[in-house]
Antibody, heavy 120, light 110 residues
Framework: QFHVQESGPGLVKPSETLSLLCTVS??????????WAWIRQSPGRGLEWIGS???????YYKSALESRVTISMDTSKNSFSLKLTSVTAADAATYYC????????????WGQGILVSVSS | QSVLTQPPSVSEAPRQRVTISCSGS????????VHWYQHLPGKAPKLVMF???VLSSGVSDRFSGSKSGTSASLAIRGLQSEDEADYYC???????????FGGGTKLTVL
């Protein structure tokens, strides 16, 4: 069973790049079939899928964020990362990483989440 | 504006049954599996249902899921105070080539 945990700065300045890391434990993250995802929740709003990376390193991004998002994986460190450029106040949110064994099986488990504020 | 549409809130008394709806389209619910998540404030979202109607491990059998066409539902019978949470549906969207979530439904147990 996988366990995932987010880490990174809790404060980012406007126009700068938000960088978060998700550390995976319990099994190799290049296990066949698995997807690794970033999902966020802005204050007072619902869950928003940001993007995912497949174990083949194929990436999928939400179209509205695609120009600013990069998700990559480092199998040697069993981790994957999120980079979101040119952040604004609208990017302030709790960011979750999660995994999915296949598209039909749902995101499970999720990390505890990391709150990221955007302010100068 | 979420791609999947859920009622913002539902409420029901303890020990009663409640249903949360999730409406989509042919490119998401109509052609892919639906997942349901329970989210308590300050906690990690928890998968409660996948493959439209399969109960996730460790989740009470008071929860059940169904799907018909481009709509899905999550039902909870025998409501308990511990069921109070936000519930989200999600599915893969073939047109958007990504996952989409509903806007979430806040369940209040009266």
């Amino acid at each position: 069973q996988f366990h995932v945990q987010e880490s990174g700065p809790g404060l980012v300045k406007p126009s700068e790049t938000l960088s978060l890391l998700c550390t995976v434990s319990g099994a190799p993250m290049n296990t066949v079939g698995y997807y690794w995802a970033w999902i966020r929740q802005s204050p007072g709003r619902g869950l928003e899928w940001i993007g995912s990376i497949h174990y083949t390193e194929t990436t999928y991004y939400k179209s509205a964020l695609e120009s600013r998002v990069t998700i990559s994986m480092d199998t040697s460190k069993n981790s994957f990362s999120l980079k979101l450029t040119s952040v604004t106040a609208a990017d302030a949110a709790t960011y979750y990483c999660a995994t999915m064994a296949s598209r039909d099986l749902g995101f499970d488990p999720w990390g505890q989440g990391i709150l990221v504020s955007v302010s100068s | 504006q979420s791609v999947l549409t859920q009622p913002p809130s539902v409420s029901e008394a303890p020990r009663q049954r409640v249903t949360i709806s999730c409406s989509g389209s042919s490119s998401n619910i109509g052609s892919n599996s639906v997942h349901w998540y329970q989210h308590l404030p300050g906690k990690a979202p928890k998968l409660v249902m996948f493959y439209d109607d399969v109960l996730s491990s460790g989740v009470s059998d008071r929860f059940s899921g169904s799907k018909s066409g481009t709509s899905a539902s999550l039902a909870i019978r025998g409501l308990q105070s511990e069921d109070e949470a936000d519930y989200y549906c999600a599915a893969w969207d073939d047109t958007l080539n990504g996952w989409v979530f509903g806007g979430g439904t806040k369940l209040t147990v009266l």
